[in-house]
């Protein structure tokens, strides 16, 4: 192996020891509690994983967490109604709702139900727009959490030719806004990508967030490129059991890679501290008071 390995499980650490530093002050100074409501519909795999890390490391921040599980069969009204209780909620300034819904539930019409100023996900239209105009928005936390990792890496990312592989709105598309506003020059690429092979070796940031387990291989890769691999990926091992991979290739990528973001222990642990430092910054917005330094995009 070539490459650096970023270490997102020390980043995110840092990260959050600053938002619970700073969310002892809020506590001191004005008698503040910054609170993230999560809501769970039904059961899926990768959500409960992300639920369970979240609830612990919330607390962890001195934060209040406050999780409603609801049953798969959860009417949409159910659901809107529960929503509408956390908008109105003071102790409540981030609100979460897990992705995927069941079949059911329509996505966009929950998702833009929340409060956009309490939405740390960044998924409401209002955020969206916001951020692909430049304005103050909340910033999607796995795309912010690369952000940060790669300017950690590289300082200023201006000129910087960067492939995003994947355009869902909740990882690809945001990215690659986050990207363009530091000023890289932004290629999308997806399923119906021509050469995506080569195309991805154009990149000097190459994010891969597909959900193919290790399709981007070292022969995708740029000689000396920073690789930030989003993939969460759950494979049978040989010999039994399972065993957590992302989208990239990790021991053929790290040959020819300047630096690389290994999984697990890259961008998931970044994902979850961003959603601390988010409600964070909801709460301070919402309490007219200054946002912390360095959180937000
Ligand atoms: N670490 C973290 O914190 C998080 C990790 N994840 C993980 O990131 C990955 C992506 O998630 P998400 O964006 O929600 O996934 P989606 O399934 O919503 O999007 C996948 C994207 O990848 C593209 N794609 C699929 N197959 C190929 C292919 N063979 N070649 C090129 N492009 C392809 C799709 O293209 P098209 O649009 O043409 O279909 C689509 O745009 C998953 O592994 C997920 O588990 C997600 C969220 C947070
Ligand atoms: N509204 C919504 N927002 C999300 O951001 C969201 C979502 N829904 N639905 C599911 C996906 C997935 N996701 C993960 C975040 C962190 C880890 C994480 O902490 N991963 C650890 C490993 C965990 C393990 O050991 O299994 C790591 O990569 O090191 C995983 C997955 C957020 N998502």
Not at 35 to 50: F, I
Not at 210 to 221: L, S
Request: proline residues 5%; hydrophobic residues 40%; contains cysteine.
């Amino acid at each position: 192996m070539t490459a650096r390995k970023i270490d997102g499980k020390a980043f995110a650490a840092k990260v959050r020891a600053q938002v619970a530093t700073e969310v002892s002050q809020l506590k001191a100074a004005h008698g503040i509690t910054p609170g993230l409501a999560v809501v769970l519909v039904g059961e899926d795999p990768a959500s409960e994983v992300y639920v369970r890390n979240k609830g612990k490391q919330t607390i962890e921040c001195g934060m209040a967490s406050f999780e409603h599980k609801l049953a798969a069969d959860t009417s949409e009204s159910a659901l809107l109604d529960l929503i509408s209780n956390l908008n109105n909620d003071p102790q409540v300034h981030g609100i979460l709702v897990q992705l995927p819904l069941p079949g059911h539930l329509n996505e966009d019409l929950v998702i833009n139900a929340i409060a956009p100023e309490k939405d740390v996900d960044g998924f409401h239209i209002s955020n969206v727009g916001l951020l692909a105009t430049g304005q103050k928005a909340m910033v999607p936390c796995t795309p912010l959490g690369c952000l940060m990792m790669l300017r950690e890496e590289h300082g200023s990312l201006s000129g910087m030719n960067a492939v995003v592989v994947g355009r869902s709105n909740i990882v690809g598309k945001p990215m690659a806004q986050l990207l363009l506003r530091d000023s890289c020059t932004v290629t999308i690429a997806h399923s119906r990508t021509r050469d995506i092979e080569a195309l991805c070796r154009t990149a000097d940031i190459l994010v891969a967030a597909v959900g193919r387990p290790q399709m981007v291989t070292g022969d995708w890769v740029k000689p000396g490129a920073t690789v930030i691999d989003v993939g969460i990926n759950r494979i049978e091992k040989e010999g039994g059991g399972t065993r957590l991979v992302g989208d990239v290739d990790f021991d053929s990528a790290a040959e020819v890679a300047g630096a690389i973001t290994p999984v697990p222990g890259g961008v998931g642990p970044m994902t979850i501290a961003c959603l601390l430092a988010n409600t964070l910054t909801a709460c301070c917005r919402a309490n007219g008071l200054p946002e912390p330094e360095g959180l937000t995009a």
